[in-house]
């Protein structure tokens, strides 16, 4: 077993090695690819060369999930898997690891088990802003309306990007048919947090995932002399937005210990040093395993439109996308728990804080996902590392774990 797992380990940390190299990345510090991408197709024909050299077939749903499975589309399998984009200036293994995790289980189990391998497209939103798209999109959670508006950081429509990269968008209602046939899901991903390496443990079996809620928030004042008005005629947009991040602050703290709130970018208008900012456009994102997140959104929204009103000012808020925490299935996390318990290795129950493709796959298929360590919990960033070694026991215990559900 112990030169099993070591073999193992060498064949992901040559996948994850591989996958650095210029043509499966956009230029600047890290990895940056994401939907439609020369860096990113490339990326899916590496996935793809590689599970055909296994014998499995590959296929795409219609806006570009890639598939890969030894059974034909529908019949009765076991899926791995989970996304091959990347956060912009990102790392190697969030995502990543997942799908090249899948392969290995692939090229151990062969033909004895039935599996389905998917790499949904776009999870980061770095492309188009939306975060889970192409799992959302294969559960039918996203409308034609919704799709229609997207666009990416040019102004190209999502509907015209996925067409120039040669798939079909508008097919996009038969996306769901990847998931027929599915008995169970798991996928493998690094921790992105310290608890794992801080507690001494090897796995983290995730039995729920945080929900999130992901906004763009404007104030607009007006941009006035910034020595020459005083600051009782102000409508200074700077200030409520100063406010608002405190009070999100504040607001979180007050609800459970799982929730947390962020604003990610912070940009003040006209950007000049002598002109009061007439306008303030933030990002807002809040996320709860408790469903907290919810009620975080609906009082900061309230909170900032009072203290806009307050400076005769105008708030705008625009909802990008809602994600409901979500469980994970008891008996796959059972069966991961067994598995991980056989393995010898220390490892522990835990949630999720970080939202992940699973999610939406749960709404269907009974799932569950397993956690390795990453290192100092570094993720989103050019410096993140995890352990080859960890993945490789992770495929071990995803597989165990897959052939006791199978049997089922």
Known sequence: MASDLAQSARRIAADVEALTGARYTLPGPGITRYAYTDAYEATLDYFR????????????????TLV???????????????????????????????????????????DSLPLRVISFLEEEASGFGQMLLGSRIVLGAVSDEELASYEDEHRVPFLEAAERAGYRPHDH???????DGLV??????????????DTGARLGVVDAIAGYVHADLSVHGRADHAGATPMDFRSDAGLTAAEAVVELERIVRSHSPDTVGTVGALTLGPGIINVIAGAADMTLDIRS??????KVYAALADFVRRRAEARGQRMELRERNRVASTPMDP????????????????????ASGAAHDTQMVARRIPSAMLFVPCRDG?????????DPADAALGVQVMLAAARELLSD
């Open 184 to 197: 169970g899901w798991i996928e493998l991903h690094i921790e992105q947090g310290r608890v794992l390496q």
């Open 173 to 179: 209602a038969r996306a769901g048919e990847i998931l």
């Open 49 to 64: 060369s590689a599970f055909e050299a296994l014998g499995f077939e590959v296929w795409s749903d219609p806006v570009g």
């Open 289 to 294: 395993v408790s469903g907290d997140h919810e």
């Open 68 to 110: 890969a499975s030894n059974v034909a589309p529908g019949e009765r399998a076991f899926g791995f898997g989970s996304h091959c984009d990347s956060n912009r200036n990102g790392g190697a293994w969030d995502g990543t690891l997942g799908v090249v995790s899948a392969l290995e289980a692939c090229r151990i189990a062969g």
């Open 331 to 350: 008996h796959v996390v059972e069966a991961l728990e067994r598995a991980a318990q056989i393995s010898g290795a220390p490892w522990r129950r835990m």
């Open 378 to 386: 570094i993720s989103h960033a050019p410096e993140e590392s995890a």
